[in-house]
């Protein structure tokens, strides 16, 4: 089991950037989780695949590894984790040493706590987190992306309020996903969204993932979950959204 903890690259097939290029090609993905009516966490409680998370991104130094984005309501926000902060240790070994690091993230299950020592304007605090859990499908994405090139791809959380607004444009009125045009309707939010943003959004049975302008999907989330939710099978299905404006970057640099 591994952790989603630091941004990572995107990209979807093997593709050779032409001259003039923009490469990377940015990609944000925001897991909106569920609707309100719905509870997320037992919905991934249910599912066969399951991914532990710390809800940090960051950048490795020789000192430890520096926060540069802390996820709305995961568990480094919760046990005070702050972006700036540099991690100095893991469960008393240094947070810059690789090996060390990646063995640490591999055996930590939902629910264990992780002793961290954090240094913050010059001091250092020792702190305690509860280790978390995250969307298996959003983490496969972002992990089967991660070893290709020319794209990159970073996973965040929005403000609530944010949340909500992009939320009440991806359901009709019969509280079902809109398939076939949440993409379109993104358009009223103006300046709330980037043209480069994927929303996902897991439901009782389906999940939805999005992307203003260019397009909309949504699949059984059991084509996503146990054996089903392999590394080629997450790429097939993000491509399917975004691999329009992809080309077109590429076609239109």
Known sequence: MRQLVCAALLALAPMAAKAGAPCPIPITLYDLGSPEWLDNDALLADLTSQETWLGIQYRRGEAGLRLTHV?????AETAGLRIDDIILTLNGA????????AATFDA?????TLRLTVQRNGQVIPLGLKVGGTDPV???MVKALSE??????SVRTLPEEDRRAIMAQLFN?????RC??????????????QIRDVYFVRGSRRILLTMPYWGTLCLPATQLDGANLTDPAALATLDRVIGGYVQDRFENP
């Open 71 to 75: 996820h709305r309501d995961g568990a």
């Open 94 to 101: 240094p947070a810059a040493d690789d090996a060390r690091r």
């Open 108 to 112: 930590m299950r939902s629910g264990d």
């Open 138 to 140: 959003v983490f496969r």
């Open 148 to 153: 290709m090139d020319c794209r990159s791809a």
């Open 173 to 177: 009125e019969s509280r079902g996903f």
């Open 180 to 193: 076939d045009d949440a993409h379109l309707a993104l358009r009223t939010l103006g300046e709330r969204y």
